[in-house]
């Protein structure tokens, strides 16, 4: 079977996550979205919730599932008998990085090979921290998440704005 992961920080999963996620699963017979658990990143949702959230959004696909992972992504590739890891790439922001890591990648595991999908044109401005900012300042964010990860971002922002007022 030809197994790819497709890693990162999920922190939420967006459309963009989504729209990677599913193109990858026609060209794979399995793919799996490994949720780093400590990505160098200010987290809103823990490694719990973002599984979960992602778990939710690819429900309706049935060759993808979602795991958690700690440590290099390459030895997840292992863990999981992955031939493949699956990135996306937005037009200006990921080149380098992507290619950087790549790099890297191939040193520590040459097995692993990346595919590299280019995002789709509606999702290319779109980012986890750019969602959380507009989410946060209540900005409509509906059509750029799955329903799950709105409701999820809805009650974390007012939660937290509750205890501001209160606190
Ligand atoms: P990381 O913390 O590794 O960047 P992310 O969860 O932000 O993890 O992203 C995981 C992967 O999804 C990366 O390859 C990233 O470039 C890609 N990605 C992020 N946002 C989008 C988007 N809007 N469209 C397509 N791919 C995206």
Redesign the pocket.
Known sequence: MTIAI??????PI?N??L??ATRAAKLFEKVVIGV?DK?N?HLIFTTEERVELARQSVAHLPNVAVEPFTGLSVNFAKTMGARAMV????MSA?FER?FDMAMMNKKLSPQVDVVCLM??LK??F???TLLKEVASLSGDIDDLVPKPVAEALRRKYLANRNCTETG
């Open positions: 497709y890693p990162g920080s999920f922190d967006t963009g996550h729209g990677i780093y990505p990143k990135r996306g790439l937005r990921d992507e995002a789709d999702y290319q779109l980012s986890s």
